[in-house]
């Protein structure tokens, strides 16, 4: 150790002549200020998706964060990343929101109440592993659910008749009160009335 850095102290002297490295960036940075997809801007501006998560290992799904952010870029293909290319990103991430996980959910039950299935989830969350942790945030689509389920048939709509509550309700249909609440955009203290429609499963 002691022999080389006496060389490199003074590499002319023992006929060494390392190549020189030029001091010049090779990323640049591109703000963004709305949530983006990553998936659908690597696919308009040629750059791989792998790239873009190397680049940018913060980003660990599918979609960026809802606050602002810098996305680090190769800086001899940041011509590529023009306000189309970002416009369609911003727009392609509106499809998706977050969901937290709840104690008692799984995938494919998350993937249901959400008109997906579970490797679809899995895959825009670049999880590792299958099992749902309670407390973590993911992904999920948009405006899929319901129509998905009601195409199906799977579930139906329900009338709420006088006397109804939404704990019988759960209980005559053998689901979670806080399933049924969310799938209706319900509140958790939110009252229901006669003639109101009830998506259950």
């Given at each position: 150790m002691?022999?080389l850095?006496?060389i490199?102290?003074n590499?002319e002297?023992?006929?060494?002549?390392p190549?020189?490295?030029?001091?010049a960036?090779?990323?640049?940075?591109?703000?963004l200020?709305?949530?983006?997809?990553?998936?659908k801007?690597a696919?308009?501006t040629g750059?791989?998706?792998e790239?873009?998560?190397?680049?940018?290992?913060g980003?660990d799904k599918l979609?960026?964060?809802?606050?602002?952010?810098?996305?680090l870029?190769?800086k001899?293909?940041?011509?590529?990343?023009?306000?189309?290319?970002?416009e369609?990103?911003e727009k392609?991430a509106i499809d998706?929101?977050?969901?937290?996980?709840?104690?008692g959910?799984?995938?494919?039950k998350v993937?249901y109440?959400?008109?997906?299935?579970?490797d679809?989830?899995?895959?825009?969350n670049r999880?590792?592993?299958?099992y749902?942790r309670?407390g973590e945030?993911?992904?999920v689509?948009l405006?899929?659910?319901?129509k998905?389920?009601?195409?199906?048939?799977?579930?139906?709509?329900?009338?709420?008749q006088?006397?109804?509550?939404?704990?019988?309700l759960?209980r005559?249909f053998?689901?979670?009160?806080?399933?049924l609440q969310?799938?209706?955009?319900?509140?958790?203290?939110e009252?229901i009335?006669p003639?109101q429609?009830l998506?259950?499963a």
């Open positions: 002691y022999a850095i006496i490199f102290s590499p002297k023992f006929g060494f002549n190549y020189p490295v030029p001091n960036s090779v990323l640049t940075e591109i703000k200020n709305k949530p983006i997809n990553l998936s801007l696919t308009l750059v791989s998706h790239e873009l998560y190397r680049l940018n290992p980003f979609i960026t964060g809802p606050t602002s952010a810098n996305l870029v190769p001899g293909l940041a011509d590529q990343f023009t306000p189309g290319a970002m369609a990103a392609s998706w929101g977050r969901y937290t996980l709840r104690r959910d799984n995938f494919h993937a109440r959400y008109g997906c299935d579970a679809e989830l899995i895959k825009v999880l590792s592993s299958a749902a309670p945030t993911i992904l689509p405006g899929r659910g319901e998905a389920r009601l195409a199906s048939g799977a579930d139906q709509m329900y009338t709420v006088s006397g109804d509550s939404l704990w019988g759960a005559r053998n689901m979670e009160l806080a399933d969310q799938m209706n955009g319900l509140k958790k203290k009252e009335k003639g429609k998506l259950v």
